[in-house]
C-alpha cells in the first residue's frame, strides 16, 4: 500500500510523509464540511473582540468560509495521484470550483 486515505477528522491537514511506516503520503479528507485552520480562527476572534474560548461558542458555521476539503486520485502513467483539495461554493452561487488547501477564498 503507498497511500493511506483517512478522514472524518474535522482538520484541514495537506499531504504528508511519515518518518515511521512506509506509505508515499497520507492523506487526511477532513469531513467535507465547513473548516478552518488555526490562523483564520483567531483572525474571527479578534475581528469580533473576543476570546477564542467564547469563539467556540459565537461563531456560526454560516461565518466560515464555505470551502470543503475531500481527496482528488487521478491515476498518471498508470498508478494513483491522490491530493487534498478544496471544494468552494457560497450559497448564493450555483457554480463550485476547485482550489489548492491554502487558497485565500478559504482564510
Known sequence: MRYFVYGHTHLLEEAW????VS???ILNS??????IDKEGF?????????????????????????CYTFILVTYKNGGPEP?????VMKESDDRG???SPRD????
Not at 17 to 20: D, E, I, L, Q
Not at 52 to 66: F, H, M, Q, T
Open 97 to 99: 470550483r476547485i482550489v
Open 104 to 107: 485565500k477564498a478559504c482564510e
Open 83 to 87: 491530493e487534498v483539495l478544496r471544494w
Open 17 to 20: 510523509r511519515p518518518k515511521v
Open 23 to 25: 506509505y508515499e503520503k
Open 42 to 66: 483567531l483572525k474571527r476572534v479578534n475581528l469580533k473582540g473576543i476570546s477564542p474560548v467564547e469563539g467556540l461558542r459565537k461563531i456560526d458555521l454560516e461565518e466560515l468560509p464555505p
Open 30 to 35: 477532513g469531513a467535507f464540511h465547513r473548516v
